[in-house]
């Protein structure tokens, strides 16, 4: 027997490891996947030992590539700045899309509500003078526009059609010293005539006795001929009281800022 | 090739008016370069050909400013004869001369401005006028500054380049 198993014990042996392995795994297997205490002390004993290693190896690996080794580092440096510059600008152009979209569908909006044909168009650009406000739009009488039509923006009124060539239009701002509209408040229908004044507008021939008050808003009165009724023009900005006379001077703010205009709708009286 | 120069000076001064100086200047002033040209040719030029040219660029300036179209035709054509019938009584040597005449025509036109807009019913514009002013005034003599500046310069370091009509100022009293 003694000499049986000395004559096969390194197979024995090879064959005991063997199934005390798949006993040790099989029993592993039913205590499920919970940590043994040998695999937590081990974890426990050797986790400073990894931390360290990992840092002292990241820290060569760091010093060699960034400091040693930097054939590649200029020309990434060149690249990154020039991608930084495409992205910068394309970032910028994506920014003027958006606010462009903003504006159109403001525009778009508008144009819903009001129940007239309109044609969109672009400013293309101002008055040569100092003293007069007129801007100069990309429309003209090839796409319909006639002179004495209105322009209005989602604000409200910008002006009217002056003068009309093949594909562009001269719009005189209701803020020059020269335009007239003829316009009620909103609140209690007090009639008058919007004046411009360059910056602001003036209410004239507003009756004394109406009760204005500070904030009132203007709209066409739809009398004048050339603007629809119910169009935006601006709120009362200031009031002066009169003891006599028969109007009272009414200072008025614009709804619209005419510094940004770029983006104006023609009311066609008929399709182009 | 003189007159057109002028021509082109002109229309690019009234390109750059409305393209360009209202994205750049705020509260719509803007120099007056189309005025300050006429001051020239009131400075530089005979009569006949000056004044048509004059009223020529005051209709051409009309299109693209105001609402009544003969408007600027009539005051660059009277700042024109206003510059030439005053000018024999300056000293031509002054170089703030031409600056000088530039401030006078900026006072002249809007004065001007104010009588032919009652004509036009162009409403308030004199207080437009008036409020806006002092800073046109200053305008105007900063650009006119700047322009001579870079046309003298240009003649100096470019000696056989000869800016066509600037040579002029000093053989007025040729005539």
């Known amino acids: 027997m003694f000499d049986l198993l000395r004559r096969y014990r390194r197979q024995i042996l090879i064959s005991g490891f063997i199934l005390a392995a798949l006993l040790f795994y099989s029993a592993n297997l039913r205590r499920g996947g919970a940590s043994t205490l040998f695999e937590r002390a081990v974890l426990q004993v050797t986790a400073p030992m990894q931390s360290a290693l990992d840092v002292v190896w990241k820290g060569a690996a760091d010093t ?12 990434e440096n060149d ?27 403001k525009l778009l909006d508008f144009k819903a509500e009001v129940d007239l044909i309109t044609l969109p168009a672009q400013v293309i650009s101002e008055d040569a003078s100092s003293w007069f406000r007129t801007v100069v739009i990309d429309k003209g009488s090839d796409d319909g526009v006639l002179e004495g039509m209105p322009v209005v923006v989602a604000e409200g009124v910008v002006g009217r059609t002056i003068r009309v060539a093949a594909d562009q ?5 209701i803020t020059d010293a020269s335009s007239a509209v003829a316009s009620l408040i909103q609140k209690n229908r007090t009639r008058g005539i919007c004046r411009g004044l360059g910056a602001n507008l003036t209410l004239d021939f507003a009756l004394r006795l109406e009760d204005i008050a500070v904030g009132d808003l203007i709209v066409t009165s739809g009398t004048g001929g050339v603007f629809p009724k119910g169009l935006t023009i601006g709120h009362v900005d200031e009031v002066s009281p009169v003891e006599y006379g028969l109007f009272q001077p009414v200072s008025v703010k614009p709804t619209v800022d005419f510094s940004r205009l770029e983006e104006v709708l023609v009311l066609l009286r008929e399709s182009p | 090739m003189r007159i057109f120069c002028y021509a082109l000076f002109g229309l690019v001064g009234l390109l750059i008016q409305t393209a360009v100086f ?12 189309i005025l ?34 003969g408007m600027y035709g009539m005051i660059f054509l009277l700042v024109f004869f206003g510059v030439r019938s005053t000018i024999s009584y300056f000293n031509a040597e002054n170089p703030f001369l031409l600056l000088f005449l530039v401030l006078c025509g900026t006072l002249f036109q809007s004065g001007l401005l104010v009588l032919l807009g009652t004509f036009a019913e162009a409403g308030a514009l004199w207080q437009i006028v008036l409020h806006h002013l002092p800073g046109q005034l200053l305008m105007n003599g900063v650009s006119a500054a700047v322009l001579m500046i870079i046309a003298t310069y240009l003649q100096k370091r470019f000696f056989r380049l000869v800016v066509p009509g600037l040579q002029r100022l000093d053989e007025r009293y040729d005539d």
């Open chain 2, 22 to 33: 209202p994205r750049i200047f705020p509260f719509y002033l803007k120099p007056d370069l």
């Open chain 1, 79 to 105: 690249r990154l700045l020039a991608e930084n510059r495409v992205l910068t600008s394309e970032l910028m152009q994506v920014r003027e899309v958006r606010l462009a979209n903003e504006r159109l569908r």
């Open chain 1, 64 to 75: 060699w590539t960034h400091y040693l080794w930097l054939i590649d580092a200029g020309y």
């Open chain 2, 36 to 69: 300050i040209l006429i001051v020239y040719l009131g400075v530089s030029e005979k009569c006949g050909p000056g004044g048509l040219f004059s009223f020529g660029l005051g209709l051409l300036n009309d299109v693209f400013a105001g609402s009544a179209f």
């Open chain 1, 169 to 173: 239009s001269r719009v005189l701002l």
